[in-house]
Structures are given as C-alpha cells and as structure tokens.
C-alpha cells in the first residue's frame, strides 16, 4: 500500500514532509513527483520517499530540444519568443513527462491515495485523477486510514517541522527559513 | 465530539483565511484562539478555512490551473470532497485551498476564493445564524456571500494591509458591500476603529473595538521574576517596518556602556543578514544571537530566558508579541506604534515602558535607561492580571456573545471548549 504525493514546487514543503513522515512513521511507502530532487534534500524530505522527478524528462522532451536549437541561433529568439511560449506549453509537456515516466513506473494497484500538494500540480493531478476513476483524491493527505496505527521510531526521520533546533533558546544560529513566520503576525 | 443531546443553541460559521494548518502551523492562531473560545456559546461551529495556495502568474497557466481545481472539486464528476475535521479546540474545521494568482488586486483574490468556497457548502450556502468573517476581504465578503439573508453577520477586521485593499478601487467596492451587509464590524484596536470609520463614516455605528481572543491564561509564566535588563530579546519578522535596524543601532550604543547586555533576534526576515553584517561593524557581533523563527509554544522558552522584550515597531494593529511578553511576566519596552498602547493602556510604567516611534536609535536607547531605573515599580502579576480582564478567552467571549446577540445563553452556557467537548 502507498500514497502518491504531488509537487511541482516547494512552496508546500513542510506539509509534503509532514505527510511523508506521518506516512513512513506508519509503515506506509510514499512517493513524491516532483521536478527534482535537489530541493527536496534541501526541504528535509525523508530520503525514503520514492521521487519520480521528470526534470531530466522534460529536459529530453521535443519541445525542449528545439528550444536548445533556437537559443543556439539567436538568444534574444530564445528570450523574447521561445521562452514565452514554452511558459505557456509547460503544464502540457510535464503531463506528457509524467504520463510516460510516472504513470508506467508507478504500481497504481498499491496506491490507495493521491495528494496533490501545490497550486501547479493541479493540471496533472486532474489528469492522473481521470485515468484512476477509483483513486482517492484530495489536496491533503487523509489521515484516518492510518489514525490507528502506532507510530515506529525512524532514524532518519528529519522534517522541515523539526527543523528549529530543539535546544533550549540560548545563542544557537540557526538557517534562515523562509516558511518559518507567524510570529507577531497581526494579519 | 460534542454532547449531541444538549439543548440546541445557535449555530455559528466562521470563514477566515488564516488558520494553522500542517502547511502554516502559526497561522491564524488568533482565530483560533477566538473561534475556540466562544464555542461554548453554540450548539455547534464551524470554521472555513480558504487557505492561499499560489500558483503560476501567466494567465494561461493560471486558467489551466482554475480549470483543473474547478472540474476536481465541482460538478457531477467532482473528485475531491471537503470534509470538516475535529479539533481540539472543540469545532469543526473545513481546509479549503484556494488557487490564487499573483499580482492581482485582493477583488481578484476575494472572487477566487469565493469560487473555491462555494462548491464546498452544501445548498450553496452557510447554514447558520451567524457567520463570522475574520478581515474583511476575504472573510467578510466570504460572510456577505454565503451567508443566509436573516444571518446575522460579523465582520472581525486585524488586517495589517486594509490600507492596500481601500487603495484598490475594485476591492474598495467589494469592501463596501461587506459593509453593508455586515451587522457589526470589530476592529482589533481603536486605531483600526478610526481608520475604518473614516473611510466608510455611513456605518461608524456599527463598527466597535473587540480584540481577539488571546488564551493569556495558558500563557506559561516565567519562572524567576526579573531582576536585571542584561538579556533583550526582540520577537518577529526582521524587517525595517518592525524597527529592528534601530534596534541593533540602539543595541550597539547601550552595549558599550553595559559589558553584560545580550540580545537575541528571534525570527526570520529580508534584514537577518544585513543586520548580522551589521552588529559586526558595530563591535557587539558575539553579542548579538540572530534565532530562525520557532512555533508559538516554544516562544515563551526563549521569553523565560531573557530579561525585556524590545518592540520598536513603526506600527502594529494589536501587537500580540508584546501581549505574549507581558502575559508571561517580562518587561517590555515597546513603541506607540497603534496597538500597543492600547493593549498597554494604564501599563506604562507597570508592564513596562511606553516609548515613541522614532527613526532614532536613541529613543529606544534612552527608554532602555528610563526603565533600568524605575524597575522597582514594575508590577508583572498586575500586567498581567489586566490583559486577561481585557484579552482573556472569558472577557472577549462575553464581549462577543452580546454582539452576536446571544447574550444570556451565553453567560450560561460559556465554558472552555475542552470540557464541553
């Protein structure tokens, strides 16, 4: 049994790495698509999460190659024309990337739900949902299936909730992260 | 699960974009803490959440996106459920995200959320006797929206950007509309008060001073009183309209005189590194602890191991930081920036100290001196005992159960939400 974790950005992390943990602290697998895996690192995600990235496939995909060519010839083509163009093609060629990447590599028979995690996912979520009319969807993770289960200690278990130091306040520098406000928030 | 066999009271709908989530665990705790402290006036309450999720700026995209969220959450063949969750507040809590596209005017914004929203309700609307919208665009408009025509409906406004919505001919017209229709509007503090009546002075009458709820009570008090001002610690974003520049201007003047003072910058912002920078060229850099931002509970730890809050802000609509210091027994020394010195009011001297806003390091300089002398007539159990009869879950609960109109049941019914639950 697993879940399927949706993001094309890192605008949700803590809530990505949030769900992840609750999930393998529970013995369930978890997979994130995502576009790559650097930023994941970066956000704290457990490196158990299975990642199915379609950078590199984006990257191969037809649209892209062309792109190349013209950025070769002319960069100001590239700039003024291509690039535009392309911002409005991307949400067509990930689902191209994630239809002939994720959706074969994926056993769907174990996936019991699918979380659509940021804004941009949206589009590919849409598509995934319509290909698998039985897979729960929501854009946060159900957690009363696994309400029950006891929690198992993990050893690598690092999430970006847990990021603050857990030492008592005295000087200790800590990195900057920029979704840790909410503090004196009068709005 | 609350008692279902109780008599049936009102019931009470509450819409708010802010509420903490797994996401944003610190947003919205305000809302929180007011929504849970009048559950006991209702039979039951439900809370609205239409979170922000931002998504691409090209329109094209942005339609795809709407288009997508539109066909899973709506229609025959819809997909997704929203389903309300229990929480230990003691209310039920829908979290509803709400595509948004950037750089748009908040009417924009306003319209998405009320896309998002309204397959969400059933029969297209809120079943309730009252709606309560937490800031006027969008929890107000959400009230105006949805609400059934003999709801009655409060509008709580603690927006720190109103300037900016007024300022937008659209979503002044939306705002307008919500003004309308509200029963009641309540502004966080008599500067918001003003502000408002003076934009919209038709309806002055129904706009009315009530803070939100802050759960003082549970504030953990520090465990030694205050002796000395040798640790200051300043608690928020790191930016130049919170005063923090001038903070560590202010700092590096006292510190010269003073081998033992400290200070700790906890929070994150655009100035964290300039300001680190900073405190390097003036001298005092393993003086000064820059400390990322931690989640509410574990604020008061680093308010115990410090000696006075530093709160030089230019301008605050509540200023709850200041609150949380005081409700834990520390000193402050904190500006006329709005709130403050309404939340402080009759303070000045007990609490703390009172200091004006200025670009001028040496106001807060001069304040820290002023307050070392007169630390003897400092009275913290007083302070605090004053914000609870103001701020207090109980005392904002009664304020707002006469505004909803709930008066009596009210003073029989109040009761912290854990014990009714």
């Known amino acids: ?187 | 699960m609350p008692d279902q066999s109780a008599e049936p009271l009102a019931r009470l709908a509450v819409t708010t974009p802010w509420h903490p989530t797994l996401q944003r665990p610190f947003a919205g705790s305000f809302v929180q803490a007011t929504t849970a402290a009048v559950r006991g006036l209702f039979d039951r309450v439900d809370l609205y959440n239409t979170e922000d999720w931002t998504g691409p700026a090209d329109p094209v995209q942005a339609q795809l996106v709407g288009k997508a969220y539109a066909a899973l959450t709506s229609g025959p063949s819809r997909r997704i459920d929203f389903t309300a969750r229990w929480t230990d507040e003691g209310y039920w809590v829908t979290d509803i995200p709400t595509p948004v596209t950037p750089k748009r005017d908040y009417a924009t914004w306003a319209h998405s959320h009320e896309s998002a929203l309204a397959p969400v309700l059933p029969g297209g609307r809120f079943e309730a006797d009252i709606v309560h919208g937490h800031v006027g665009i969008y929890g107000g408009w959400l009230a105006h929206r949805f609400a059934r025509p003999d709801a009655r409906i409060v509008v709580t406004e603690h927006a720190s950007f109103l300037g900016r919505i007024l300022g937008q001919p659209r979503s002044r017209a939306l705002y307008a509309e919500v003004m309308d229709r509200a029963d009641a509007v309540l502004c966080v503090s008599e500067k918001l008060r003003r502000e408002l009546a003076g934009e919209f002075p038709g309806h002055t009458g129904k706009i009315h001073v009530v803070p939100n709820a802050v759960d003082i009570e549970a504030m953990p008090v520090r465990p030694k009183p205050v002796t000395e001002l040798h640790k200051w610690i300043y608690v928020g974003k790191v930016a130049a309209a919170k005063g923090v520049p001038e903070l560590v201007e202010a700092f590096g003047v006292a510190a010269k005189d003073e081998p033992a003072l400290r200070l700790t910058i906890l929070g994150s912002g655009p100035l964290v590194d300039p300001l680190r920078a900073r405190t390097a060229e003036l001298g005092v850099a393993d003086r000064v602890v820059f400390h990322d931002a931690v989640p509410p509970q574990r604020v008061f730890e680093f308010l115990h191991a410090h000696d006075l809050l530093v709160h030089p802000s230019k301008s605050e609509t509540f200023g709850m930081t200041t609150v949380e210091a005081v409700g834990s027994g520390m000193p402050v020394l904190v500006t006329r920036c709005g709130g403050p010195e309404e939340t402080l009011g009759g303070l000045d001297g007990v609490a703390g100290l009172l200091i004006d806003v200025s670009d001028d390091p040496d106001v807060i300089v001069d304040g820290f001196r002023r307050l070392a002398q007169q630390m003897a007539g400092l009275d913290p159990d007083r302070a605090r005992a004053e914000l609870i009869g103001r701020y207090g879950a109980r005392a904002v609960a009664q304020r707002l159960a006469g505004i909803y109109g709930v008066g009596d049941s009210a003073e029989r019914n109040w009761a912290p939400a854990r014990e009714q639950a």
């Open chain 1, 1 to 187: 049994m697993s879940v399927l974790l949706l993001a094309i950005g890192t605008t949700r992390a803590r809530a990505v790495c949030g769900s992840a943990d609750f999930l393998l602290a529970r013995g369930v697998d978890v997979g994130l698509v995502a576009v790559d895996a650097e930023s994941w690192q970066r956000e704290g995600l457990d490196r158990r999460v299975t990642l199915y990235t379609l950078q590199a496939g984006e990257e191969r995909h037809p649209l892209n190659r062309l792109g190349r060519v013209v950025r070769g010839v002319s960069a100001a083509a590239y700039n003024k024309v291509f690039s535009k163009l392309y911002r409005l093609l991307r949400p067509y060629v990930m689902w191209r990337v994630t239809r002939a990447q994720v959706v074969r590599q994926v056993d769907w028979s174990a996936v019991e739900q699918l979380v659509i995690c940021d804004s941009h996912a949206i589009p590919i979520g849409w598509h995934l949902a319509k290909r698998h009319p039985g897979l729960t969807v929501g854009f946060e993770l159900d957690r009363t299936p696994y309400a029950d289960r006891e929690p198992v200690a993990t050893p690598t278990a690092t999430t970006a909730m847990d990021s603050t130091p857990a030492t008592a306040p005295t000087p200790a520098p800590a990195p900057a992260s920029p979704t840790a406000t909410g503090i004196d928030i009068d709005a």
